[in-house]
C-alpha cells in the first residue's frame, strides 16, 4: 500500500494509509492497534469462522481469558515469524534491494510473558466478553460500540496492541495520554478519507444513470 504520512512536528491530522508489513514509526503501529480492534470488536459476529475466533465461541468470561491468550500468540508469534519466513533479515526484492531497507527494520518474534503481557490478556478478554454479553470477575461489562477514542478501554486496547507492534519492530513506546493524542489525530482522517471515496463513487453512479437516461 502507498505510505502518505510520516511522523508529524506538529498537531495536525495524521493522513493513513497503514502498511501491514514494514513498520517503523508508532504513527505506523497505533492505525494497525486501531484496524485489529474494528476487526475483533467492531462488529458481532456469531460466526466461528471469523478471522481470531479460533473456532470456539465464549460462554465465560475464562474463555475470554484463553481467547485473548490465543489472540497473543497469533498475532505477535506466528504471524511476525511467518513474516521473517516470507521475508527474513537479509532478504532482496524483486528489483535486487534489500527487503528491510532503513528506515524499516525487520521485527522480532514477541514471546507470551506473564510479567509483561498480562495487561493486555485482560484489556482483549474484557472486550471480548462485552461483545458476547458475559460478565466479567469485576461484574457487567459496558455494552461494545464502534470504536471510541474517547472510552478508556477502547482507548486502552489500542494503546498496548500498537506498543506491543511497536516493541517487535524496536520501535519506541508511546504512553497512554499520547497514544489516545496520536489516535485523536489519526480517525478523523480515517473517517474524512471515507466519506471522499464515497463521494466519488457516488458521483460516477450517477454518471452512468445520467447517460442510460440519455441513450433511452
Not at 502518505?4 to 513498520?23: F, G, H, M, N, S
Not at 462485552?130 to 489500542?158: C, N, Q, W, Y
Not at 524496536?170 to 473517517?191: D, H, L, Y
Request: aromatic share 8%; with cysteine; net charge negative.
Amino acid at each position: 500500500l502507498t505510505e502518505r504520512y510520516q511522523r508529524p512536528e506538529t498537531d495536525e491530522v495524521i493522513a493513513v494509509c497503514t502498511r501491514k508489513t514494514k513498520l517503523y514509526t508508532i504513527e505506523h503501529c497505533l492505525p494497525w492497534g486501531c484496524e485489529m480492534f474494528n476487526s475483533l470488536f467492531g462488529r458481532r459476529s456469531s460466526d466461528p469462522a471469523q478471522p481470531h475466533d479460533f473456532g470456539v465461541l465464549p460462554t465465560a468470561f475464562s474463555d475470554c481469558i484463553q481467547w485473548a491468550r490465543n489472540l497473543f500468540d497469533q498475532i505477535f508469534t506466528r504471524e511476525i515469524s511467518d513474516l521473517l519466513l516470507e521475508h527474513p533479515p537479509n532478504s532482496v526484492d524483486a528489483e535486487g534491494e534489500l527487503f528491510w531497507k532503513s528506515p524499516a527494520r525487520a521485527p522480532h518474534v514477541i514471546e507470551f510473558d506473564s510479567t509483561k503481557h498480562t495487561e493486555f490478556i485482560l484489556s482483549a478478554a474484557t472486550l471480548r466478553a462485552a461483545m458476547f454479553g458475559i460478565r466479567t470477575e469485576s461484574g457487567p461489562v459496558p455494552v461494545l460500540t464502534e470504536f471510541d477514542k474517547d472510552r478508556d478501554d477502547h482507548a486502552k486496547f489500542v494503546e498496548l496492541c500498537g506498543n506491543l507492534k511497536a516493541d517487535a519492530f524496536e520501535i519506541p513506546r508511546v504512553s497512554f495520554s499520547e497514544a489516545r493524542r496520536i489516535v485523536g489525530r489519526i480517525i478523523p482522517a480515517m473517517i474524512t478519507t471515507t466519506s471522499i471515496v464515497a463521494g466519488i463513487q457516488l458521483l460516477e453512479m450517477m454518471k452512468v444513470l445520467l447517460l442510460r437516461r440519455t441513450l433511452s
